[in-house]
């Protein structure tokens, strides 16, 4: 198992697909606590995503992902919340999702639109 570096103190990276940088607005759902609401995402892979948002959402929870709500190429992606982090100075979370169940469908969807960032 890899150790996080002790000089920078980063975690390593155990990914198993890159993640891209994105800015764009994605709607969430918890269904077991039925909230929802907005969130910008930091990043996004075939894998997962990190989330911005301003409230907490502490795993390990079932999170659904709607990306381009209302649109054409609306995705739905279900994950489950695997870390998050709060700072009340900011007022804002991140959150880390995990994606667990994924169609082949869908998982071409999101290739695409990563192909397209």
């Not at 649109?71 to 959150?95: K, M, Q």
């Amino acid at each position: 198992m890899t150790q996080p570096n002790p000089i920078t103190l980063e975690r390593p990276d155990t990914r198993s697909h890159e993640r891209f940088p994105c800015g764009a607005e994605v709607t969430w759902l918890l269904p077991r606590l039925a909230r929802r609401g907005r969130a910008r995402l930091r990043d996004l892979g075939l894998g997962g995503a990190c989330l911005e948002l301003p409230c907490a959402i502490e795993g390990p929870e079932t999170i659904e992902l709607c990306l381009a709500e209302g649109t054409a190429n609306e995705l739905r992606i279900l994950g489950r919340v695997v870390w998050s982090s709060w700072t009340d100075a900011a007022s804002t979370g991140r959150t880390g999702i995990q994606f667990t169940r994924m169609d082949d469908a869908t998982r071409r969807a999101l290739y695409a639109l990563l192909r397209s960032v």
